[in-house]
């Protein structure tokens, strides 16, 4: 396999065109994940923006025991390892354990510490050590500041290929709220910053026995946080979010992804302008 790893991290570290990471909460299918690739991958190049596919083989953290969650791993590392292969673009999932971190590794380009996770030092640093890009995603109950101890546990191990990603803060029950201060206040922390635009729109729980969401509400804050700093924006999207197994309330339709990345590629070139830096995304 080409290293997609090495090249993609040179791309992230050069912050000169915007990072989307996007797909489908969790593999469905194989044919579902190559419909999104196959729609995301041209208009990311006509944009300019560098493109992830993201995908979870075992979403662990469902509301509900009932709830799917995926294929598993040895299933759906098999999916993520075919779409790499097959259309050529750098793949992320999250893992929930060491020997899980271990095996993803060998097949994907970025592994994301879950959320609720993101204070385990033992799956963070054998992330890290897999010696692939390790997407460090901010935990609701966690304050931007404290993203410095999660920083600290992996650069410990070794880590210098790290990405940092704010995803909303709990706010009362059923809810969070997406605040645009800790773009900046992440960003000191020297590591480029992403922004998960659909899990900050979730309602955790508001479902009962599963979340809610407000995805329409999605777009706008990947504008502002754009607009506020960030390096890169997290989506996730579904060809009919109504009938996705997992987090359809909060995800953009995958029809209506170029138009939310187009605007987002407009403020992002917008920011860099007024920072006197050159634009490299396609107009």
């Known amino acids: 396999m080409p290293d997609l790893c090495s090249s993609l991290w040179r791309e992230l570290k050069a912050r000169q065109r915007l990072i989307l990471i996007a797909g489908p909460c969790v593999i469905e299918s194989q044919g579902l994940c190559g419909q999104v690739v196959e729609a995301l991958r041209p208009i990311c190049e006509r944009l300019g923006i560098t493109y992830v596919f993201k995908a979870s083989f075992d979403k662990a953290n469902r509301t509900s025991s009932r709830s799917f969650r995926g294929p598993g791993l040895e299933g759906g590392l098999a999916v993520l390892e075919q779409v790499r292969r097959d259309y050529g673009v750098p793949v992320l999932t999250d893992v929930h354990t060491e020997r899980q971190a271990e095996l993803a590794g060998r097949v994907v380009d970025i ?35 404290e993203m410095g101890q999660v920083v600290g546990k992996a650069t410990e191990a070794g880590g210098r290929r790290l990405l940092l990603t704010e995803r909303g803060t709990t706010f009362g029950y059923h809810n969070l709220v997406a605040d645009m201060r800790a773009i900046p206040l992440m960003r000191r922390l020297g590591f480029p910053v992403i922004f998960d ?43 009919n979010p109504a009938r996705a197994l997992s987090d359809g309330p909060n995800m953009i339709r995958l029809k209506g992804m170029e138009r939310v990345l187009a605007d987002v590629v407009r403020v992002y070139e917008a920011v860099r302008a007024c920072r006197g830096e050159r634009g490299m995304a396609a107009r």
């Open 111 to 145: 592994l994301q510490i879950p959320a609720f996770l993101c204070r385990q030092t033992d799956l963070i640093q054998a992330a890290v050590r897999t010696g692939k890009v390790v997407n460090l995603k901010k935990g609701q109950f966690l304050s931007p500041a």
């Open 197 to 239: 635009a659909t899990h900050s729109v979730q309602l955790p729980g508001g479902g009962g026995d599963r979340s809610s969401g407000q995805g329409e509400l999605a777009p706008v804050l990947a504008r502002s946080a754009v607009a506020a700093g960030a390096d890169g924006v997290f989506i996730e999207t579904h060809p």
